[in-house]
């Protein structure tokens, strides 16, 4: 089955303590829509400037990403800049501009209402609620949220939550959102403001999901470099979302979640291989097989016997 | 087959926001024995003063641990005092009184020094050391150890490495042990100072278990209450080494280890659900068992169809 994903789509300028490159590829639904794209057709949803590079538009399509949804406007397409620490555990943002990306106001083209999973990646949560009152009773919504959003749109938060299946988040904005130090006390309060399922997302700790009756955790894919960390939330989410949608003729259950999270952290250990999008576009399935058997060998312990 | 502990036995005034104990069993090697004496029979090394309730060595001889390698000597007990930030992440020593451990230097009988299983519980290296010395040819010997001695006696602790099959420290130890930042490059450049095996202990995160050819990953037990997380760091140890102990007839590999980390996490995760000793000393063995089955069931995924 097909996921559509809604987000931004930038042109990035980052810096990191070794690099510089500007103009990349960004966005959370562009780390997003790749992401997912390993696992299920996508459909895109989002707005670029006229400034657009066409080829951008060409690697979607080669991706089986169908850019139905992304509207071409004129003037620029919305630029971030941003600066990493020494350590790449904390960056800046060096300058925003929105530019086309203002005035998004997603209009869904009619083909794409019937997408039964969606992902709305990180965007205001007015707009994902905007997205979500388009579509014809989708059988999964993951949303991904931020900070910023917690501390200054909190009441259109307030009112997605119950409308999704599962929240993604880091965990200080788990713990931003519930005032609770304890991600596990945090990531159980966040279930009961609405989503069925929320995955707090660690870093190089890995992810914890909790469910109505069930709690998975997992840690990181062990990367000894990171040259670039900008979109593994994004990409994580992608990889999760699409994943889920690629085997989302049955039920969408605590096992399919599982390795779901699993996926969507092979992919968010890719992404932070090179920078922008470098990684994903010339990575493999075999290459994410093979990781995530990894994964596996390195969490797995036997039954007592 | 047996294991020999030694480190610190003190009394202990703990403060936490929400409650405060004087003078409660406390020290190094009395977590790690008892956390141990779940598996295997211990051999407890250590000082006490006159004042040491004798109680307790009633209490060491009904789990197991025989007390033979234990001085009592006149004077007063080790006291450590201590209070919790209101998260209980970060602690402030309020007072320390060597007393009778000052002048602490085990010297073993002669039963003691063919032991198999050696757990140099969290003391001074050169007292690690001079154990050591004193051991005929131990299986495998697991040291802990902590920030204080990797400041004040960095060249004692990196003489012991090379003796050591297996050292614990926790994430901002290794982080400091190594001046490297990612925890991936520390665990392996902790190995290359001598021991074969490191263990990352990371609180709430679970931890990490570096091999010569592997990588162990996993999770922490999902607590929402933390009482006292005061020797959480000891019994880890304790559970750990005491597990290797008890399966210890045939080699220590990787698949023991990796089992020995999770029984170290479970007993860990007892030990701070309430003051002291005090869950320990009420803990049955098929709390554990069940404990490491939740573990097992939380960190689990399947295998790629």
Chains 1, 2 share one sequence.
Not at 103 to 116: A, C
Not at 232 to 258: I, N, Q
Not at 285 to 299: P, V
């Amino acid at each position: 089955m097909s996921v559509l994903v809604v987000g931004s789509i930038a042109l990035d300028t980052v810096k990191t303590p070794v690099e510089e490159h500007a103009d990349q590829l960004g966005g959370s639904a562009s780390y997003a829509a790749v992401g997912a794209s390993f696992f299920a057709p996508v459909k895109l949803v989002g707005v670029v400037g006229d400034d657009f590079p066409k080829s951008e538009f060409d690697f979607w399509k080669s991706r089986n990403i169908d850019p139905s949804g992304v509207q071409q406007v004129a003037g620029k397409t919305f630029r971030w800049s941003g600066e990493y620490a020494w350590d790449l555990n904390t960056r800046e943002t060096k300058s925003v501009a929105l530019n086309v990306f203002e005035n998004f106001w997603p209009e869904l083209p009619e083909n794409l209402r019937e997408t039964q999973f969606v992902l709305l990646a990180n965007i205001a949560p007015s707009l994902q609620s905007h997205v979500l009152d388009q579509m014809r009773r989708p059988r999964f919504v993951v949303a991904d949220t931020m900070d910023l959003w917690i501390e200054t749109t909190r009441k259109d938060l307030d009112a997605l939550l119950p409308r999704v299946d599962l929240l993604i988040l880091n965990e200080s904005e788990a713990r931003m959102m519930t005032g609770d130090t304890s991600l596990i006390r945090a990531g159980r309060s966040l279930r009961r403001m609405g989503p069925k399922y929320v995955a707090v997302k660690k870093g190089e700790h890995g992810a914890l999901l909790f469910g109505p009756d069930d709690f998975f955790s997992c840690g990181a894919y062990p990367l000894e470099d990171i040259h670039d960390p900008t979109g593994a939330g994004d990409t994580f989410a992608g990889g999760l979302a699409g994943y889920l949608a690629g085997k989302g003729d049955g039920e969408v259950d605590f096992a399919l979640l599982r390795r779901a999270v699993i996926f969507g952290s092979v992919l968010a250990s890719f992404n932070v291989e090179a920078f922008s999008l470098e990684r994903l576009r010339s990575l493999t399935s075999e290459e994410i097989d093979e990781r995530y058997e990894m994964f596996r060998l390195m969490s797995q312990f036997e039954v007592l016997p």
